[in-house]
Every structure is written in C-alpha cells, then in structure tokens.
C-alpha cells in the first residue's frame, strides 16, 4: 500500500530490508505474498481479554444470534440438557431487553429451573441469575451490594462483588488470542476498569507460556503503577468508568486523575453520554491533561462537545462496530435530537482530534475489518445508513487500528528498514481490499518476527 510490489526480508524481530528483489538465503523460509497486500500489525485499542475468552464458552443471549423470547427459551433449554462448565454453571452473553424484555430471578426460573444460570446484558453491566445461581453465591449473606436487587436475581455494577463469590475464573488465553491473530491482530489494549496486579501477572503468565500472542497493553486501577516490567506486557492508562447516574464527586475525580498523572499514567475515562463527558473534560481542565489522556467510546458527540475533546488534547477511542451492530436499535432506542450525534467519525478528523478504535470485544465483535467496513459505509445490519457524513476513507478507517499502542490516533506505523517486523499480509492487493474490507481474509499474520498465523 504505497510502495508497490516488493519483497520484504525479516529478520529476528525487525523488517531488515525492502527491495523489488531480494534473492533468498539457502534455506531461508519464503511466503509467497501472491500480490496481497502487506500491512502494519493490527492493534485493537479497546478489548477486554478475559471476557472475550469467556464468551467463547458462553451461550449467546441476544441480537444477531438471538431476537425473541422464544428463541432465547429453546437456545438456554438446549444448553441446559447438553452443556455445562465443570462447576455445572451457565453463562450467557449479550442479552438486549429487545428480545424478552426485562427478564429477571423468575423469568430464568421458569426456563432452567435446575442448572445455576447467569447471563450478563450487551452492556457488560447488568447480571441476571436464576434461584440456583443465587444459591450457589451466597447471595443472601452479608455484606449485600447496592446494586442487587435479590428478589429480582438482578445485579447492576456488581462484577467486584460477584468476583468474590465465584470460583476464580480466568480462562485460559489461547483460542481467543489465536482467533484475534486470524484478524492480523498483533497488539490489544485490554480496557477492564477493574484491572489490577493479579490481572497484569496473569497476562503475562500466559504471554511467557505462549498462549497470549499479541502484546498487551493494560489499562486498569491505580495499583497498576506498582506493576514489575514483564516482556509482552505493559501498563497503560488508568481506566475511569463513569455512570451519568452516579456521577463521583467533582473534586474526587480530579484527585483521582492527579494521582495518575502524578504517577505517569494517562487516564482514560469510559464516555457514552453528553452530560459524562462535558463532565470528565471540566474535570480534566481543572486537573490538568496528561499526553495519552483518552476518551473511550464518544458514544454521543454533538458539535459543542467536540472544542472540549480539542481543548484538553484527548483522543478518542470509539467502535465504530457498533454502528452495525447496534445502529438499528439505537435509531429505535434513541431520540431522533441525538441520532446525527451518534458513534462519529469524520467530525473528529475534522476537528483535529486524535482518532483510534477498539472492538470492545465481546461487547462487540472482535473483527477489526468489519469495524473498519462500518467505518468506511456507515450501514447497520439492516441497511439503514447511520450518518453517512461521519464516513472514513477506507485508508483512515485502516489507521484507526494501526497506530501505536501508546499513542492510538497518531496515523498509520509505517513499515521501513529496521521497523519492528509486526506485520499481516492479506490475501488480496489493498485496491481490491480497500472496496470490501469485511470480506478481507489474512493469510499470514507476524508479531516481532514470529509467525503468530500462517497459512494452513
């Protein structure tokens, strides 16, 4: 993209030369690009590791998989009678009140009325359990969390408490990280506002094992400034999950985000509304800006918010993903005053706001390329266009997950002569890649050097 057809000499970690023609060593390894496209490693800015590994192994509870009452009964019937992890529970995911409404404790009785069931809503914030689950956690003793409501089996914001009441449950790494190597994913950005020491130590557990291929940055708590330096492993922003709800109090905001900076960190602060993030951009003015401070999801930007965004220097890291996974329900779910303020893109350009994106797998799918396509076409599943003027050229729509880790939004990393050889080769010329990227297939994928998916 840009250099035309070359051929292209890795060594150990580092791309050692390009030249139209370089004649092999004897014996060396050769991949036959066959014309596609060679790429900059992906990186995904904004994921949650453990989740995605979760969810490989849990039952999917809403859209596109699930879209009524009567489809959700059959698809938990049929795993109640045929599946289970080895404590007997089961979980699902990605359940939307589209598909049976507000279902609670009596609902998921009615259907799996034996098996500890829970199953977590699309926004990663609300659990549901049946009676069995409640039973199995304990949660009729003390302490109580404010946000359950026990008769309902419904827990909002409740994942440290219920953490302490489930058996400790990280998955292994293996199949989710060799699925985002598929995508041409060397790096991710792991956004889970609860991480911390033992977090960090376990990614890099599975990164020394191999079983964790990309490079990790970790976003998380304040105890994160206390981490020891791990290879493949580093400490990124410290993540604030704001609730327009329960909004902290101002100054314990700006405190919080002084101790960051104070400690070197950047802060990234979670922002799906208006009122979240005039909020944390005051804050931020009164605290003080920090480079990398960033912005996740931008979920609703009208014009007037964007000079805040500039002001303070922030990036922001969006999903675009969402515009055709979620673009139909919110044109139903959102007032029609707020729709043109939705998931932007070219605005941000435009304004010149540092720009990136995540998936926020498995909040949302993991494919960066389809994140890109709905970048570029703006279209949701259904067909409507969300915005179309927000629309990125398919090179911008590729920056947004090939910029640095540390500096998500900064343009494209180049691939030179002594560059880091993280790499993914496609299987097509970017001229033809560019006109569909969601059907776009990596055929060989490298992170330093090391082949992390090769042909079959």
């Given at each position: 993209?840009?250099?035309?057809?070359?051929?292209?000499?890795?060594?150990?970690?580092?791309?050692?030369k390009l030249s139209q023609?370089?004649?092999?060593?004897?014996?060396?390894?050769?991949?036959?690009?066959?014309?596609?496209?060679?790429?900059?490693?992906?990186?995904?800015?904004?994921?949650?590791?453990?989740?995605?590994?979760?969810?490989?192994?849990?039952?999917?509870?809403?859209?596109?998989?699930?879209?009524?009452?009567?489809?959700?009964?059959?698809?938990?019937?049929?795993?109640?009678?045929?599946?289970?992890?080895?404590?007997?529970?089961?979980?699902?995911?990605?359940?939307?009140?589209?598909?049976?409404?507000?279902?609670?404790?009596?609902?998921?009785?009615?259907?799996?009325?034996?098996?500890?069931?829970?199953?977590?809503?699309?926004?990663?914030?609300?659990?549901?359990?049946?009676?069995?689950?409640?039973?199995?956690?304990?949660?009729?003793?003390?302490?109580?969390?404010?946000?359950?409501d026990l008769a309902g089996?419904?827990?909002?914001?409740?994942?440290?408490?219920?953490?302490?009441?489930?058996?400790?449950?990280?998955?292994?790494?293996?199949?989710?990280?060799?699925?985002?190597?598929?995508?041409?994913?060397?790096?991710?950005?792991?956004?889970?506002?609860?991480?911390?020491?033992?977090?960090?130590?376990?990614?890099?557990?599975?990164?020394?094992?191999?079983?964790?291929?990309?490079?990790?940055?970790?976003?998380?708590?304040?105890?994160?400034?206390?981490?020891?330096?791990?290879?493949?492993?580093?400490?990124?922003?410290?993540?604030?999950?704001?609730?327009?709800?329960?909004?902290?109090?101002?100054?314990?905001?700006?405190?919080?985000?002084?101790?960051?900076?104070?400690?070197?960190?950047?802060?990234?602060?979670?922002?799906?509304?208006?009122?979240?993030?005039?909020?944390?951009?005051?804050?931020?003015?009164?605290?003080?800006?920090?480079?990398?401070?960033?912005?996740?999801?931008?979920s609703l930007t009208p014009?007037?918010?964007?000079?805040?965004?500039?002001?303070?220097?922030?990036?922001?890291?969006?999903?675009?993903?969402?515009?055709?996974?979620?673009?139909?329900?919110?044109?139903?779910?959102?007032?029609?005053?707020?729709?043109?303020?939705?998931?932007?893109?070219?605005?941000?350009?435009?304004?010149?706001?540092?720009?990136?994106?995540?998936?926020?797998?498995?909040?949302?799918?993991?494919?960066?390329?389809?994140?890109?396509?709905?970048?570029?076409?703006?279209?949701?599943?259904?067909?409507?266009?969300?915005?179309?003027?927000?629309?990125?050229?398919?090179?911008?729509?590729?920056?947004?997950?090939?910029?640095?880790?540390?500096?998500?939004?900064?343009?494209?990393?180049?691939?030179?002569?002594?560059?880091?050889?993280?790499?993914?080769?496609?299987?097509?010329?970017?001229?033809?890649?560019?006109?569909?990227?969601?059907?776009?297939?990596?055929?060989?994928?490298?992170?330093?050097?090391?082949?992390?998916?090769?042909?079959?």
């Amino acid at each position: 993209m840009g250099l035309g057809r070359v051929d292209v000499r890795v060594e150990a970690t580092h791309v050692a030369k390009l030249s139209q023609r370089i004649e092999p060593y004897p014996g060396e390894v050769v991949l036959d690009a066959a014309g596609g496209a060679l790429l900059p490693g992906l990186h995904d800015h904004h994921l949650h590791l453990l989740s995605l590994a979760k969810a490989l192994d849990s039952i999917p509870c809403g859209p596109p998989e699930v879209s009524n009452e009567a489809q959700l009964t059959a698809q938990l019937k049929r795993h109640a009678a045929t599946a289970a992890d080895d404590d007997g529970w089961l979980r699902g995911i990605g359940y939307h009140e589209a598909v049976a409404g507000d279902i609670d404790r009596a609902w998921l009785d009615t259907v799996v009325p034996d098996r500890p069931l829970r199953i977590q809503h699309r926004s990663g914030r609300l659990w549901m359990f049946n009676s069995a689950a409640l039973a199995r956690i304990g949660a009729g003793a003390p302490p109580f969390h404010p946000g359950a409501d026990l008769a309902g089996g419904r827990f909002l914001d409740a994942d440290d408490w219920l953490r302490a009441r489930l058996p400790d449950q990280r998955p292994p790494l293996r199949l989710a990280s060799a699925r985002l190597a598929e995508r041409g994913v060397v790096g991710v950005t792991d956004a889970t506002p609860s991480n911390g020491l033992s977090d960090y130590r376990y990614f890099a557990e599975q990164h020394a094992r191999g079983h964790l291929l990309q490079e990790v940055l970790i976003m998380g708590s304040a105890e994160l400034r206390l981490a020891e330096r791990h290879d493949g492993v580093a400490v990124g922003p410290t993540k604030i999950h704001l609730h327009e709800s329960a909004l902290p109090d101002f100054d314990d905001l700006c405190a919080a985000i002084r101790l960051s900076h104070g400690a070197g960190r950047a802060v990234a602060v979670h922002c799906v509304t208006v009122a979240e993030l005039v909020f944390v951009a005051s804050a931020l003015a009164e605290a003080g800006h920090h480079p990398g401070d960033r912005i996740e999801h931008a979920s609703l930007t009208p014009p007037e918010t964007l000079s805040l965004l500039a002001a303070e220097g922030l990036t922001v890291v969006t999903q675009p993903n969402f515009v055709f996974e979620r673009g139909d329900q919110y044109l139903v779910d959102l007032a029609a005053a707020e729709q043109p303020w939705l998931y932007g893109g070219r605005r941000f350009l435009t304004n010149g706001i540092p720009l990136a994106a995540g998936t926020d797998a498995p909040f949302g799918h993991a494919d960066p390329w389809r994140a890109m396509a709905a970048a570029v076409n703006r279209h949701t599943r259904n067909g409507a266009c969300l915005n179309p003027d927000e629309a990125l050229t398919a090179e911008e729509a590729l920056a947004l997950f090939t910029g640095p880790a540390t500096r998500p939004g900064a343009g494209s990393r180049a691939i030179h002569a002594g560059a880091t050889a993280d790499l993914c080769l496609l299987d097509r010329p970017w001229r033809d890649a560019r006109a569909d990227l969601a059907a776009v297939q990596v055929i060989a994928t490298l992170r330093a050097g090391t082949l992390i998916h090769s042909p079959q």
